[in-house]
């Protein structure tokens, strides 16, 4: 009788535990809830089993599904600064504390982006002073690779702090850190990396479905199953992402830009939301020919220039993108992680700043090459993004440009700022037809605007 009992209450427990609502991690206290965008609520409960959710004054309820899952969706909210409560009710009851209202942003990419604070050039200094409230880190745990999209990571909202950022993205936290700065409202940053990963296996299905190259080989790859599918779709306002060193290193050239734009169409699509925006590291100068010569004979001198070029194609093929150039902030070209990820956050920062907040007047991007003209042996650029305009980075001479005539061999050129322009000429060449700008995998060219930001790598030929 006594084992019966026990039987009896057991099978009671186990019924009582399968009944209960439950929520993603993505959803505990000291999340942040992206502002003035309805805002995604999901989990799971028993078939059929009434939920609601009420936050902010508003209740919206619902039935799970027979696999069990449901979700609402809240009314947009206002910038909150003050701790908000959210509660779910189901035959049981969460109530998640802490909450704020304000911006959202993912983080992802390889070993650049996981890189974290511990590891960098300004960690030391950096980390001590990293007490931000209105700060809260999310960081996908673990590298997880699965053959079927995953419904939930592991993972918990934690508060900015020098405990708490010490492992986390430094560019990241950099960005976020500026971000807040300079807006005064919470910034919720969603960490999800792997190091060493090619951008294919971030890409969902539904992104390949969309770039003709690529549909052959539709199918969900194994890192977005374990680390971006159980993050939808949750609102945010736009994603971050330093990847591309093992797509240079596999030889891809001009096929990366259609893989970024398959991530981007495809991550815009899982979350619901086509205005993401997306804002992206150029990979730095490095010496990927001498290094990995042995693991891909196919590397040239000329392997990183042409991939440089399949980023910057983005900018033309990706709508609300924009890209960071880094190769003045490398400081050593045989270290394929700069350290310096402080300037790399906030220049990805000055993006969003101009783009999503308004902030007018703040030159985001380096010189972009935009056109050119011959005249008397000399080849003057054109250029966009030059700001308050241009300038020599480091006060030397302008360098790492090279020039050829129609036999198509490349010399270097003496290069000299006129007003908005470049004049670019060489003694060698008495009738130039193309110019090249940091055209090498080692090239840390000095040409700049006076925002202190680098020109984009670049060629006028198609050769």
Known sequence: MKSFAITCCLLLFLNRAEADVRLPGLFSDY???????????????????????????????????????????LPAQKTGDQPRVMTVNGNNQIQLKDIMVGEVW??????????SMTRTQHGKEEIPKASHPLIRLYNVQG?????????????????????????????????????????????????????????EPWTPKVGLEQVDSLKPTAKNGGIYNGMIHPLKPYTMRGIIWYQGESNCLK?????????????????????QQNDLSFYFVQIAPFIYAEKFEDRNENLTAESLPR???????????????GMVVVTDITGNVKDIHPRNKRDVGQRLARWALAKNYGKNGLT??????????????????????????????DGTELSEFSIAGADRKFVSAKAEIEGETVKVSSAEVAEPVAVRFAWRETATGNLGNKAGLPAIPFRTDDW
């Open 307 to 321: 991939f440089w070029d399949a980023q910057t194609a983005c900018l033309k093929r990706i709508d609300n993108c």
């Open 31 to 73: 999340m942040v809830i992206q502002r003035d965008k309805p805002v995604n609520v999901w989990g799971w409960a028993d078939p059929d089993e009434s939920v609601s959710v009420s936050f902010a004054g508003t209740t919206e309820s619902t039935k799970a599904g027979q696999d069990g899952k449901w979700k609402v969706q």
């Open 364 to 393: 985001y991007s380096g010189p972009q090459y935009a056109g050119m003209s011959v005249e008397n042996g000399a080849v003057t650029l054109k250029f966009d993004h030059t700001g308050a305009g241009l300038k020599s980075l």
């Open 106 to 115: 993912i983080c992802s990419g390889q070993s650049n982006m996981e890189w």
């Open 143 to 199: 590298h997880i690779n699965k053959p079927e999209p995953q419904d939930d990571a592991p993972g918990k909202w934690q508060v900015c702090s020098p405990e708490s950022v010490a492992g986390f993205s430094a560019v990241g936290y950099h960005f976020g850190q500026k971000l807040h700065s300079e807006l005064k409202v919470p910034i919720g940053l969603i960490g999800s990396n792997w190091g060493g990963t090619k951008i």
């Open 251 to 271: 030889g891809d050239t001009t096929i990366y830009t259609d893989r970024t734009e398959a991530l981007v169409k495809g991550w815009r699509s899982v979350f």
